[in-house]
């Protein structure tokens, strides 16, 4: 019996490895998305394409395809970053090392005001400053 090969996959269990490459998810190699300026930040698992859209190709009768065949190919390529990224084998697939974020996220809610110094903060500003000006 030969031994595996790379693309064989064995089952889990004890000593198991489950190896998954980009052919076995169905990912083509090279950038799939061609209609625009795609923009990809793999820090926050997001891409996006910043150009105008073609409304006209989404109000049509088949604007549900449209639609999903964006999203898959805008899909296809994030995955295609991803599998591209230094990672390591863990139990049960691999963990890429996730770049920091480019794209600055918004907040939920805005920063928190500045709480006012309770009695005792006050306390400890005062006697710091009795203690300078003593020494």
């Not at 073609?54 to 604007?63: I, K, S, V």
């Not at 697939?93 to 480019?102: D, F």
């Amino acid at each position: 019996m030969a031994p595996p090969d790379d693309s064989t996959q064995q089952g889990p269990g004890p000593g198991g490895i489950i190896k998954i490459t980009a052919a076995d998810l169905g990912v083509l190699s090279g950038d799939e998305y061609h209609q625009g300026q795609l923009e990809v930040d793999t820090g926050n698992l997001s891409a996006w394409d910043p150009a105008p859209i073609d409304a006209a190709a989404y109000q049509g009768p088949n604007r549900e395809e449209v639609c999903a065949e964006t999203a898959r190919a805008m899909a296809q390529t994030l995955v295609g970053q991803l599998f591209q990224l230094p990672g390591e084998p863990v139990k049960g697939g691999r963990l890429a090392q996730l770049p920091a974020g480019k794209t600055p996220l918004p907040r939920e809610k805005p920063l928190p005001k500045p709480k006012p110094p309770t009695k005792w903060e006050k306390l400890a500003v005062v006697a710091e400053e009795a203690r300078l000006q003593e020494s």
